[in-house]
């Protein structure tokens, strides 16, 4: 597992040996992928359709989700080169449950700008204003647990936190030396 940059002293990113991305990039090429898009939505049809986006159809999910992560890709951007140093800490909100022991390394996920958005952006905490990115997934039901492809992700958070609490890494500093370290 490595930690790679996205914004300096701000914005990281998990790559897990594994894959050829790390996940922010997965993340975005997924989301602005039609192909993808549709075969996700066409898979995931049933919990589309069921109650809360219940008059969307596949083709619209599909141009929807694109648009979204093309405007939380901007939004992210603003975030890294504001002056207002409060600008992540507001997007990231402290509420996913995970089972963090920790005061330094807080789990966190990020929202689409839409109302009603199932775009996810998970991430972890690791000091004021900075973030390490552990995945990200279009969530079309109540809970994490609810599916399998957002329940990979939750412990996909849990993962990171076991590699950053064996790793010793609770601070930027802990970034920085281990990224330090990987080059």
């Known amino acids: 597992m490595e930690i790679l940059t996205i914004f300096a002293n701000r914005l ?8 050829g991305k790390d996940e922010y990039a997965r993340i975005f090429d997924e989301w602005n992928d039609s192909e993808f898009l549709f075969d996700f939505f066409e898979e995931h049809k049933k919990d589309l359709l069921s109650g809360f986006y219940s008059t969307i159809t596949v083709e619209e999910a599909v141009m929807r989700t694109i648009d979204e992560a093309n405007a939380l890709v901007d939004k992210l951007l603003d975030c890294g080169i504001q002056k207002n140093k409060s ?51 279009i ?19 849990n993962k990171c936190l076991d590699f950053l609490r064996v790793e010793g890494i609770f601070d930027l500093k802990g970034v920085l030396e281990t990224i330090e370290i990987e080059s």
Not at 12 to 19: C, I, T
Not at 141 to 156: F, G, I, N, V, Y
Request: net charge positive.
């Open 12 to 19: 990281y990113s998990f790559k897990y040996k594994k894959r």
């Open 87 to 137: 600008a992540l800490d507001l997007f990231f909100k402290n509420d996913l449950h995970s089972r963090s022991p920790f005061k330094e390394l807080i789990p966190k996920k990020g929202y689409g700008n839409k109302t009603k958005s199932w775009l996810r952006l998970y991430a972890i905490q690791i000091s004021k204003e900075c973030y390490i990115i552990t995945g990200g997934a």
């Open 139 to 157: 969530k079309l039901t109540k809970a994490m647990q609810d599916r399998p492809h957002t329940k990979k992700e939750l412990s996909k958070v």
